[in-house]
């Protein structure tokens, strides 16, 4: 596309000319994305809370914590595409990439990678990507598919599904469509802990031949289910060995880096989504069961990537940002009532909702000398603005056509409130045709369906049920979205549906 190149011709010719002057003022970037980690789930955000998040805790007191931050989506592959290109997920799809399928982006879309990797850093994505590789220019030509069974606890409600083996792809080529399409110089990866091929992947080669298919893993999870799509895996491949090694290999990134040369490392987290399989020297670290066991190691990874840049001197010139992918997943319900701990912290909600607890997310920054230590802000912001804000602080130059959805954060960054507030409008979604809109401190959905009413949850936090379409909340008064007020406000109403329908038209 004309734009894509205008928008890195542009970028570059800027990067050409600055690049010598600016290399050593330049900071390094490091975005820590966790997944499906609630608002509740961070110690330091809910006294409540029954998983200590030592690291996190201390990260947010030396940085600035947001306690209005969201992401675009209520799922992980969306929400991971908007923050990469600075657009809002639904302009491009609302779902996730198919098992073994394509990728997510469109043909020469910009990423933040791309900016920065203009701009003279090294880029390196490890961990979970979850947009897609184009897995089928592996295929062998003669390649066919077969058909698995896939068990359940009632035999008779089987799962049958016709797959492709091992065998059928060619694992000697590389792998095109992935990170380093995308404007990384490195990854590494297992590509998503929960979809094939179960092996490790660096940049755009499989490490280790799949000889075998995972049907149904053979490990015991500490919480909930597997939620493992069947497909081709490495003989004797255990999930319990991801989060280690990926966190391994972050730290071997960060000690391998020049103080000369800034870097972006955007390290994605597997966890604490399902599988829920913390390590052993992890179990019985929190009161919330094996989710908040899964938490607290969640929590060390976070702490060894920020030891590492304690150890290697670069913590001083490097910002950090720590923030999820979206809410809990539904587990949280019997967490919750199990255990006291309430991973939506109070908000309305899960993963995949419009409800507050389906977007509104943990976010921490921490530049040392820029951002003001132990500081909160409440202003809203959403991940999206990280693209406008990180090119900013790079010296990157923009076409207006990149990025169109994201607004540069950086004044409220660098002065913990501004006079107007940097994001006036914000639309949440998950699944087509349900949107909220949120202006100031009132959210309008248009819907309630797919959004998790468990009953006993529900009333032992006094959230009603709503039966009518048309949903308004005052946040500021009512954050837990327990008294609709659309009747009361109809011309409100009548407004926000008029600019959530023109910027869904746009």
């Known amino acids: 596309m004309k734009y894509f190149r205008v928008a890195i011709a ?46 996190l805790d201390k990260l947010a007191k030396q940085g600035m914590r947001f306690t209005d931050a969201h992401s675009s989506s209520g799922i992980c592959s969306p929400s991971r595409y908007a923050l990469l290109t600075g657009n809002y997920h639904w302009r491009n799809s609302h779902g996730l990439p198919a098992t073994m399928g394509g990728n997510y982006f469109s043909a020469n879309e910009t990423t933040i990678a791309h900016v920065l990797k203009s701009q003279g850093y090294t880029t390196a994505a490890i961990g979970k990507w979850h947009l897609g590789w184009d897995w089928r220019s592996l295929l062998k030509q003669d390649a066919k598919k077969i058909e698995i069974t896939i068990p359940t606890k009632n035999p008779k409600k089987s799962k049958v599904r016709n797959v492709f083996p091992a065998e059928a ?16 110089d490195h990854y590494f990866g297992d590509g998503t802990i929960n979809f094939p091929p179960y092996t490790w992947i660096e940049d755009d080669r499989v490490l280790e031949l799949p000889t075998t298919m995972m049907i149904s893993p053979k490990e015991v999870t500490s919480e909930g289910n597997w939620e493992a799509r069947p497909g081709p895996a490495v003989e004797g491949w255990t999930f319990h060995d991801v989060l280690p090694r990926l966190t391994r290999r972050g730290v071997d990134y960060i000690s391998q880096q020049k103080k000369t040369q800034p870097f972006f490392l955007y390290f994605a987290l597997p966890s604490p989504h399902a599988p829920i399989v913390p390590n052993s020297e992890f179990k019985g670290k929190s009161s ?17 990537l920020l030891n590492a840049l304690d150890a290697h001197d670069l913590s001083d010139n490097t910002l950090v940002v720590f923030t999820s992918d979206n809410g809990p997943e539904n587990y949280a319900i019997a967490r919750y009532m199990k255990t006291g701990h309430n991973s939506s912290g109070g908000l309305r909600g899960f993963k995949r909702d419009i409800w507050e607890a389906g977007h509104r997310v943990p976010f921490i920054v921490r530049w040392p000398g820029k951002v003001k230590a132990d500081s909160v802000v409440t202003d809203t912001i959403s991940q999206i603005d990280l693209f406008k804000t990180l090119s900013s602080i790079s010296g ?43 202006i100031g401190d009132w959210v309008y959905l248009n819907s309630t369906r797919n959004m998790k009413l468990a009953k006993d949850y529900n009333d032992s936090l006094g959230f009603p049920q709503f039966t009518t379409s048309d949903l308004l909340f005052n946040l500021k008064e009512d954050l837990g979205q327990k008294v609709n007020l659309a009747s009361q406000e109809a011309a409100r109403v009548k407004e926000m549906k008029a600019r959530l329908e023109a910027i869904l038209n746009d």
């Open 396 to 438: 990157a130059t923009l076409s207006e056509h990149i990025a169109r959805d994201s607004l540069n954060m950086l004044p409220l960054w660098l002065n913990g409130r501004t006079k107007q507030p940097i994001r006036n409008v914000t639309i949440h979604n998950t699944f087509p045709n349900r949107y909220a809109i949120r």
């Open 288 to 304: 919330a069961g094996g989710y908040g066991d899964f938490m607290f190691q969640t929590d060390f990874v976070v702490g060894e």
């Open 169 to 184: 792809y060619d694992w000697s080529k590389p792998i095109p469509g992935g990170p380093l399409s995308r404007g990384f």
């Open 10 to 55: 542009l970028i570059v010719s800027a990067a050409s000319s600055t690049l010598s002057a600016v290399e050593s003022k330049q900071p390094n970037i490091v975005i820590i994305y966790a997944d499906d980690m609630g608002y509740g789930d961070l110690a330091i955000q809910n006294p409540q809370s029954k998983i200590p998040t030592p690291n």
